[in-house]
């Protein structure tokens, strides 16, 4: 008796392989689309948390000369594929919501053409008063107890994910 495949057996394999690959392919994209917009909220989750943090210990921030600012904060718009991280020194004593002249300390874009599709209001300030942190969350008119930030991708804006946070600081996505 020989040992090998046969021609049979081998064709019969290639098309289980051929049949199994032709099913998952299509998913394939839809998960890797879901666990990019999954990354994208865990990590904007996860640089909101940073600024409470930078906060809480009174951070020193090196672009406002050497000196611990009156708070940290997350600046975003709707639209945007991008948020800054600011220390809140404008005016000196600070006023609890970005402007033009707070020191931006970093701008973290979303990348993979999210962007930030609902939060009202449209351009938000979520800030933290040292030592608490006291959090803030609106713009110079409103002052929220919680916001709700939607991003999704450009492309495809049935895709979405919801990052919360409230007044008491809590973050967290859904």
Excluded at 16 to 30: A, D
Excluded at 125 to 141: A, Q
């Amino acid at each position: 008796m020989k040992k090998g495949f046969t021609l049979i057996e081998l064709l019969t394999v290639l098309a289980i392989i051929f049949t199994l690959t032709s099913i998952s392919f299509p998913f394939y994209r839809t998960v890797q689309k879901q666990y990019i917009l999954e990354s994208a909220a865990q990590k904007f989750v996860q640089d909101i948390r940073r600024v409470q943090e930078m906060a809480i210990s009174a951070r020193i921030c090196g672009p406002c000369q050497n000196r611990v600012p009156p708070g940290y904060g997350i600046y975003l718009q709707q639209g945007g594929s991008s948020y800054l991280i600011y220390a809140d020194t404008n005016p000196p004593q600070g006023n609890e919501r970005y402007d033009g002249g707070d020191r931006i300390i970093e701008e973290i874009y979303f990348g993979g053409e999210i962007f930030i599709s609902s939060v009202n209001p449209s351009s938000l300030s979520i800030n933290f008063k040292p030592p608490d942190p006291k959090v803030r969350i609106g713009n110079e008119s409103q002052n929220l107890t919680e916001v709700s930030i939607v991003i999704s991708f450009l492309n495809d804006t049935s895709k979405t994910k919801t990052i919360r946070v409230n007044k008491a600081g809590l973050v967290y996505a859904e």
